[in-house]
């Protein structure tokens, strides 16, 4: 089931987004999870450098 999935954003319009993943500490538990988001190429940069 996988593969579909990755060939369906390797084709067309699917080469435009990334797939983000952050670590981010929890203010409630103080411990960290992972953020994790399919963005568009060109607002990387953005997801990175906000809190």
């Not at 981010?24 to 992972?34: L, Q």
């Amino acid at each position: 089931m996988a593969k579909k999935v990755v060939a369906s954003l390797q084709k067309g319009a699917g080469k435009n987004y990334t797939k983000c993943l952050k670590l981010v500490k929890s203010e409630k538990t103080d411990a960290y999870v992972f953020k994790e988001e399919m963005i568009l190429n060109a607002e990387v940069k953005d997801f990175f450098s906000k809190k």
